[in-house]
């Protein structure tokens, strides 16, 4: 296991319900897209279907970094732990490429 899966976070309801909503509707996607390549759908329908996967998948990595920014890194900058915003550098990084 890599680093950054050893910490852990216990996230509200209200978190935890927006983010498994988000990821349910896109395993929907997926499993629509996987249908729609067996059923030997045009290519541009497909294209089409996986561009709003794409789009589903960023909007819950939005609303991802919008929790984690505040909660984990406002917390932890209250507590002087300003390491914190070179990991939030990194990742930001990471997300843009």
Not at 27 to 55: H, V
Not at 61 to 90: F, M, P, Q, W, Y
């Amino acid at each position: 296991m890599s680093d950054c899966c050893k910490k852990t976070k216990k996230r509200t309801d209200s978190e935890y319900k927006a983010l498994i909503n988000r990821l349910s509707r896109l395993e929907g996607q997926i499993r629509g897209i996987r249908k729609m390549l067996e059923e030997d759908a045009y290519c541009t329908d497909i294209l089409i279907q996986a561009t709003a996967a794409n789009s589903a998948l960023n909007a819950f990595c939005r609303e991802l970094l919008s929790d984690h920014i505040k909660t984990c890194v406002a917390s932890d900058i209250k507590n002087g732990k300003d390491e914190t915003i070179d990991e939030l550098l990194v990742t930001l990084k990471k997300l843009m490429k």
